[in-house]
């Protein structure tokens, strides 16, 4: 079976890598605790006497909550949380247990630290162009967001998007839309970027998985999906490589780390080192199929 996503269909084919990994993503959500914080300054403004330590971003209830008027459970209840609501959340304690949730742009009170999770919007404003080189051939490429999609049981979205490459190898492979190319190509990728954390170390920075797909196609309708898996880590504002599926069609890229200061530089460092780590079996396979790949 393979799910469908937008006007494509990736992860759960037969050969398909990027299942496996998202299986493993949602596993890990539903066993992560408080999430962890990158070193803030020493005291959260509006907060009293509260000790706590300023915290940026939109959080989602993992499950029905109370919000109390202060960081202990036994504290006077001011509000309640659904499952699924999210909030603005301003603050943690310092000893990590409790969130300082907003309510009409004022600190309504503290929801415990281990029902929450926080979420991110993977949505571009405009389209990510690009030209790059490797193994002798040359890209322009596109990225366009699509939309998003509900992983079925889940709380939380993945925010998909279609990547479009032109590309041109042999004599004059700079040349993308010009005559001089012995070979050219068009083909395009499958990309998500699960909009929650997944981790199994609690004590870690929260992390959100980037998936590039690359569906090949042959003659005889044997399909092999080519996945490239990142980590994007917004606290410490870079992107991680976490795991390749088809070692036939890719290199040797390991523990790979540059610097992506936003979604969208996140977004666009994944197909730039995927690109990078296709071998030349794949670009074999790309121009052998005249651009049969989804």
Not at 56 to 68: I, K, P, Q, S
Not at 119 to 129: C, H, K, P, Q, S
């Amino acid at each position: 079976m393979c799910y469908a996503i937008a006007s494509f269909f990736f992860m759960g084919c037969k050969h398909g890598f990027g299942r496996v990994v998202l299986v493993a993503f949602v596993a890990a959500l539903a066993v992560s605790g408080a999430p962890a914080f990158a070193q803030a300054p020493k005291k959260a403004q509006g907060l009293g006497a509260v000790a706590a330590l300023p915290v940026r971003g939109v959080f989602m209830a993992l499950g029905d909550v109370n919000v109390r008027a202060a960081p202990k459970g036994t504290s006077r209840k001011v509000g309640f949380l659904q499952k699924g609501d999210r909030v603005d959340v301003v603050a943690v304690t310092r000893d990590k247990g409790w969130f300082a949730v907003l309510n009409g742009g004022v600190v309504q009170g503290f929801v415990v630290a281990s029902a929450m999770v926080r979420v991110i919007d993977g949505a571009l404003d405009r389209d990510i162009t690009a030209k790059q080189t490797t193994d002798g051939v040359s890209c322009d490429y596109r990225i366009h967001f699509e939309g998003r999609t509900m992983i079925e049981g889940e709380l939380f979205q993945t925010a998909n998007y279609a990547v479009v490459f032109h590309c041109a190898q042999g004599r004059g492979v700079g040349d993308v839309r010009g005559g001089k190319a012995s070979k050219k190509v068009d083909f395009f990728a499958q990309m998500f970027l699960g909009e929650a954390p997944g981790k199994e170390n609690v004590t870690a920075p929260d992390t959100y998985q980037l998936t590039v797909d690359v569906r090949l196609i042959d003659g005889g309708g044997d399909d092999d999906i080519v996945s490239t898996s990142f980590l994007y880590d917004p606290e410490g504002e870079r992107l991680v490589f976490d795991a390749a599926g088809d070692a036939k069609y890719q290199g040797t890229m390991q523990g790979e780390t540059t610097p992506a200061a936003s979604i969208r530089a996140a977004v666009a460092q994944a197909v730039r080192l995927s690109m990078g780590n296709w071998n030349s079996a794949f670009w074999d396979r790309i121009f052998t199929a005249g651009g049969r790949a989804k």
